[in-house]
């Protein structure tokens, strides 16, 4: 299985267009070892010519553009990617949709939740539907319930549920359900080897140690630092828990998480622009690298 980084920052990416903090002031004067990075996306491919595209970014065609493996190659209208798995509604996991208008229709797998949001809350499907349409798929987050995904051999899927948020723009952002967030377990069937993403992941409930515990590479949420890193920086009232987001520091934190598990690399993704660990020599980055805790970048490959 091949994995590519398509973006590996949070919403806004980095730097942030309207952002002065130290990270973005740094990044564009170059006073701070820092590589810029697009919103957050991955692909996955059993043999690097069939690919999953997992969330649509609105930095998709400066993604798709960057690696070639996706762009056209067999006919006159082509690409590489086969699939569109959404893991929640996000306008940053989702706008790029629209950039993909032309063409076929889109094969699109998400829960009931985030299609009900894309229909309703933003209707993003029914925009969809005047240009290349969608074919959309009904991600399953029953437990156990492991899926295969159209031209893609040698790969099993299984979501699972992430206790997280709604988008703000949902009918119900502040009373979550099931299948507003998900993870996903992806499984090699000629190797055994599992990646678990979870790109928006705001607690450790019970049901996902074992995923956590069984996978060989862990690509989780690197979205901030601290619980108050917004509100000390003084550009949001709200705490990272409060939007979903488990941080990596103190008790109970992702790096608390993270350490003890057998994976075989432990990687950080979706990361906001006010992150200390974006500043490849802060003391914040020294202490993942102690842990054994990589960053995500635009670029970066992993093969399983």
């Not at 074992?210 to 000390?232: H, K, S, Y």
Request: proline share 7%; hydrophobic share 40%; aromatic share 6%.
């Amino acid at each position: 299985m091949r994995i590519r980084v398509l973006g590996a920052a949070a919403g806004g990416g980095f730097p942030q267009w309207n952002c002065n903090c130290r990270n973005c002031d740094g990044v564009r004067k170059g006073t701070i070892r820092a590589q810029p990075r697009t919103q957050s996306s991955i692909c996955v491919s059993p043999d690097g010519v069939d690919w999953v595209l997992f969330n649509a970014s609105p930095d998709v065609l400066a993604q798709i553009k960057a690696f070639p493996a996706l762009q056209p190659g067999r006919a006159i209208r082509d690409t590489g990617i086969r699939a569109i798995v959404l893991v929640d509604g996000q306008v940053d996991h989702t706008t790029g949709l629209l950039m993909l208008r032309e063409g076929r229709p889109l094969e699109i797998w998400c829960t009931d939740m985030v299609h009900e949001d894309l229909t309703a809350g933003n209707p993003l499907f029914h925009i969809l539907g005047h240009y290349a349409g969608v074919n959309r798929h009904r991600l399953p987050i029953e437990p156990g319930n492991e899926f295969a995904i159209d031209g893609i051999a040698h790969l099993r899927f299984t979501a699972v549920t992430l206790k997280s948020k709604a988008p703000p723009y949902s009918p119900h952002r502040e009373n979550p359900h099931d299948g507003d967030n998900v993870g996903l377990r992806i499984t090699d069937t000629r190797t055994g080897r599992k990646l678990f993403y979870a790109p928006g992941l705001g607690e450790i409930e019970s049901h996902l140690e074992p995923l956590l515990q069984q996978a060989d590479t862990v690509m989780v949420d690197g979205t901030f630092w601290t619980d108050d890193e917004m509100i000390r920086l003084g550009v949001s009232a709200k705490r990272a828990r409060d939007i979903g987001h488990l941080p990596q520091s103190g008790p109970g934190g992702m790096i608390a998480v993270l350490r003890p598990l057998p994976a075989r690399r432990k990687i950080l993704i979706h990361i906001n622009n006010t992150n200390p660990i974006l500043d490849e020599d802060s003391p914040e980055r020294a202490q993942l690298a102690q842990a054994g805790i990589e960053v995500a970048y635009d670029g970066m490959e992993i093969e399983l």
